[in-house]
Structures are given as C-alpha cells and as structure tokens.
C-alpha cells in the first residue's frame, strides 16, 4: 500500500484528534514501521489495519466508519494535489466511471508497484453501478472514497452497498441520482 494512504491516514488522525492521539495509535498498533511513513514508501497494507484497530480501540469509533471517514478525507486531499484528474469531470459518475481507464491508468504510471483495487463499471441513465474488487479488505475506504466523490460535485446521490457472490469482489455499490 502506498505511503501517501499512511501519511494522510495520519495526518486525519492528527486533525480530528491531536498530535497526541496519533502517537497512542502508532503505540497501540506496534506497527514494524513504528509509525515512519514517506509517501512514496509502500508498506503492507496490514499495517494500515492495525492502525485504523488502534484508532477504534482509542477512540471507541467502529472501525468501519473511521475507515470510511477516511475515504472521505482522502478523496479530498487528492481532489487538492491532483487536480488535474478533475479536469473535464462534468459530475460524479463521469468521474467514477473513468476510474479504470483514466485514475488508475495514471496511477500505475507514477507507481508501477501499486497495488490497486479494480473496478467493474456499469452505467445506466440515472443509476451507476460500481462492482469493487481487492486481495484487501478495503471496501470501507472506497465507499468513503466514493461519499467524498458526490460531495467533491455538491450532489445528492443516493449511495447503497450490497454484498456480491461474484470471484474476487467484495462490493457493489449501486448510485442512483436523487432529483
């Protein structure tokens, strides 16, 4: 997992909570690292579990809606430092819909070793479906990923997630505009 994903992990941490509680967190996960992340260092994302446990364990937050929280504020932070993928999105489905072929495409460019969930796109008049597929356990930050998305375009979407049988996939997420 890429470091940018620790380093603004912790830098969430530090903004809702404080300086203090990223330190408990970093102690309470006794991760390998010790909690030294750069942005381009890659760490195994089991490290990033044990510090999103932490977090719940200090914080008394489901681990699933800090994680998700997470997606929210990272979709922000990249919507600031890469901006340019944002150039031409009209709204929320054209920019989910080019995920593949358009984010990911130029992320595999700048990190050739990223290791990135994929995405299966469905689109239809008002609904979008996005099948998410990972080897992690990160359906939560993507649908916060997702969350951040609509609110980036001042949407109203409603956002459902369902469980699938399909190989390999975690979750659907179906978008249905709202007026």
């Given at each position: 997992m890429k470091g940018?994903?620790?380093?603004?992990?912790?830098?969430?941490?530090?903004?809702?909570?404080?300086?203090?509680?990223?330190?408990?967190?970093?102690?309470?996960?006794?991760?390998?690292?010790?909690?030294?992340?750069?942005?381009?260092?890659?760490?195994?994302?089991?490290?990033?579990?044990?510090?999103?446990?932490?977090?719940?364990?200090?914080?008394?937050?489901?681990?699933?809606?800090?994680?998700?929280?997470?997606?929210?504020?990272?979709?922000?932070?990249?919507?600031?430092?890469?901006?340019q993928f944002f150039t031409g999105a009209r709204d929320s489905f054209q920019f989910l819909s080019g995920i593949e072929e358009v984010i990911?495409?130029?992320?595999?460019?700048?990190?050739?070793?990223?290791?990135?969930?994929?995405?299966?796109?469905?689109?239809?008049?008002?609904t979008l479906i996005l099948t998410y597929f990972s080897s992690h356990p990160f359906a939560d930050l993507a649908h916060g990923l997702i969350e951040g998305c609509v609110a980036y375009f001042g949407e109203r979407v409603d956002i459902r997630r369902e469980d699938t049988d399909l190989p390999g996939a975690q979750v659907r997420f179906v978008l249905r505009r709202l007026g």
């Amino acid at each position: 997992m890429k470091g940018l994903v620790f380093t603004e992990f912790l830098e969430m941490v530090e903004a809702v909570w404080s300086l203090d509680m990223v330190d408990a967190v970093i102690d309470r996960a006794q991760v390998a690292t010790g909690g030294a992340y750069t942005s381009v260092g890659t760490y195994p994302h089991t490290e990033m579990l044990a510090l999103v446990t932490a977090l719940a364990a200090e914080t008394g937050q489901p681990a699933g809606e800090l994680v998700r929280a997470f997606g929210r504020h990272l979709f922000g932070r990249f919507s600031k430092l890469y901006g340019q993928f944002f150039t031409g999105a009209r709204d929320s489905f054209q920019f989910l819909s080019g995920i593949e072929e358009v984010i990911h495409a130029e992320v595999r460019k700048l990190y050739p070793d990223a290791e990135l969930p994929g995405f299966e796109v469905e689109s239809r008049t008002d609904t979008l479906i996005l099948t998410y597929f990972s080897s992690h356990p990160f359906a939560d930050l993507a649908h916060g990923l997702i969350e951040g998305c609509v609110a980036y375009f001042g949407e109203r979407v409603d956002i459902r997630r369902e469980d699938t049988d399909l190989p390999g996939a975690q979750v659907r997420f179906v978008l249905r505009r709202l007026g």
